[in-house]
């Protein structure tokens, strides 16, 4: 038995099933392009602080992404779960997406790099700078030879006087890219700076800049990584897409039903919730694949509790969840996070975490998951 804090501040019994899902590694699914956003491994020797330079155990960091690609999940590198702009800035990015490209090139995996303008500073400037920063990272993520991600950028954000900047601004990435990327509409749940973006507060008028912009260029376009939390907005907005360009689900709370799709088509899967889901996740896909929706749903429906916690508001702290899961499954020796983040959480959501992945069976090794949590409960206080 281990005590873990429930409501109320009390300290309730709780036994660990030590059941483990055991999963082996496959290969890519075939019918759903599934990558997982990654997040980093902090080096928890660095002597930094929480307002950076981040110091980053690059093995760690590495041996995770080695994880996703060997259970046929893609790699979607240097996004938000990778703490972009909360602890990591952008020259340790630019080292993330070099370094991870080549792992990935070694691997055989595939990897696709978020590419933003978070080497501007508030106050960001006007457009033209806005503009450059994106090429500046585009350039180094093409250079490397990954795909791209265009991320949504603050900076854009407060710049942008209206929709048409919008259009001005990822018209000219279009034009200048090499391939295909995929566009990222996070909503203002994951980043409060980003209310408003793609020129509207109203998401309908929003909707229709975007799908202007691919519009303009869908040969450009891989796909859209849509991040509102809202399965009937995504819907409507994917329906809406141009054939060819798919809909990458961002929303970790309705994904299932999103990936599974219907008579009017599926979301295919960019997910921060899919680090720590990865074998289940792979293994879910690969059993649509064979047209086996029932195990599919019945793979990924028990997950759904567990990530509705992790992204609880203050969604923007779900990387500490994130985080807490690879140090309790063995792949990171700490929980430790740039910027300081692994103190985003309280403890008893922490807890809540790890019993919600005990139940689903998905720590490697039972016993050093439960050992890794009762040694967090002692630093902050619990009695064994």
Not at 344 to 352: D, E, G, I, Q, V
Request: glycine letters at 10%; proline letters at 8%.
């Amino acid at each position: 038995m281990i005590r873990l804090p429930g409501t109320g501040g009390r300290l309730l019994p709780y036994e660990p099933t030590g059941r483990s899902l055991d999963l082996a590694p496959g290969p890519p699914p075939a019918s759903r392009a599934v990558l997982a956003a990654a997040h980093v491994v902090a080096d928890p020797l660095g002597n930094t602080t929480p307002y950076g330079p981040a110091a980053l155990d690059w093995d760690a960091t590495l041996a995770f992404r080695r994880h996703l690609w060997a259970h046929g999940l893609g790699v979607a590198e240097a996004m938000d779960t990778a703490q972009r702009g909360a602890g990591l800035d952008w020259p340790a990015a630019a080292e993330l997406i070099r370094r991870s490209a080549a792992e990935a090139k070694a691997s055989g995996g595939r990897v696709v790099c978020g590419a933003g303008t978070d080497q501007l500073t508030p106050p960001y400037g006007p457009l033209a700078a806005v503009t450059a920063a994106y090429e500046e990272q585009l350039d180094l993520v093409e250079a490397a030879g990954a795909g791209a991600v265009l991320l949504a950028s603050r900076a854009l954000a407060a710049a942008a006087a209206g929709p048409d900047d919008y259009r001005d601004v990822y018209g000219t990435l279009l034009r200048q890219s090499a391939r295909p990327v995929i566009l990222h509409w996070l909503g203002p749940a994951f980043d409060p700076a980003l209310e408003g973006y793609w020129g509207s507060t109203d998401p309908d008028a929003a909707a229709d800049t975007l799908l202007d912009v691919i519009a303009a260029r869908p040969d450009k376009v891989d796909g859209v990584k849509v991040s509102l939390l809202d399965a009937d907005r995504e819907r409507a907005l994917r329906r809406r897409l141009p054939a060819g360009v798919r809909c990458y689900t961002g929303d970790d709370f309705h994904y299932p039903d999103l990936v599974e799709g219907g008579a009017d088509g599926h979301s295919d899967a960019l997910l921060g919730v899919f680090g720590p889901l990865a074998p289940l996740a792979a293994h879910a896909a690969r059993a649509l694949d064979r047209g086996d929706r029932d195990r599919f749903r019945a793979l990924l429906d028990p997950t759904v509790p567990l990530a509705r916690h992790l992204f609880a508001p203050p969604t923007h702290c779900y990387k500490t969840g994130i985080v807490l899961l690879a140090w309790l499954s063995g792949h990171q020796a700490h929980f430790t996070m740039a910027g300081g983040g692994h103190a985003a959480r309280s403890l008893p959501h922490l807890a809540r975490a790890y019993r919600l992945a005990d139940g689903l069976g998905l720590f490697p090794d039972p016993r050093l998951a439960e050992a890794r949590m009762r040694q967090l409960l002692a630093v902050h206080g619990v009695e064994p």
